[in-house]
């Protein structure tokens, strides 16, 4: 995982030294810290997809090319077979598998989300971004809290929500979560 977010921290750092966009903006839309910003780039902190989503967006680049380095290029189609979607750990108890990542100007963003159980006591980390978000549990049960709202969802419930409210989610039951998600 380590090297993976590297990778990505030194592909946001290339578009912004490419674009000539100050640290600051890019920490301002992201809504952190300079700090914490930079702690990305270099690979130390943890990165949300709704971030990346954002940046991405925001500077007319694919998601594909922050989160894995390649451009789609596929524009009728683009299949994935199971297991096979490109796969980042973007955060420490979060694997993503994207199911989309070759199809060029797609207008939503579907990923297979593996998250890991953390302790009982550990703050769930919510996060908002421009649009919409659709989740379906595939196995396993979780919390999904949408601003002081708290739903439980098991194994093939589904819920579509306006994610520009603050969100978050944790694991149920001490056991890891798969689940469907697509942003749009």
Do not use: W
């Amino acid at each position: 995982m380590d090297e993976q977010l590297k990778q990505i921290g030194e592909r946001l750092r290339g578009l912004r030294e490419v674009l000539d966009i100050p640290v600051e903006d890019v920490a301002a839309l992201c809504g952190i810290t300079v700090n914490h910003y930079e702690k990305m780039e270099s690979g130390e902190s943890e990165l949300s997809v709704a971030n990346l989503q954002k940046i991405a967006k925001k500077y007319g680049v694919s998601l594909d090319v922050l989160m894995f380095g390649e451009e789609p290029k596929m524009n009728a189609y683009f299949l994935t077979r199971k297991g096979q979607g490109k796969s980042v750990e973007r955060r420490k108890a979060y694997q993503y598998e994207s199911l989309a990542s070759g199809f060029r100007g797609r207008k939503a963003d579907p990923f297979i989300v593996t998250v890991e159980p953390k302790p009982v006591n550990t703050p769930k980390e919510m996060n908002s971004h421009p649009g919409q978000e659709f989740n379906m549990v595939l196995e396993g049960t979780m919390e999904l809290t949408i601003g002081s709202k708290s739903l439980v969802l098991n194994e093939g419930d589904s819920i579509y929500f306006d994610a520009t409210h603050p969100h978050g989610m944790r694991t149920l039951n001490e056991k890891p979560v798969r689940f469907l998600a697509i942003i749009f």
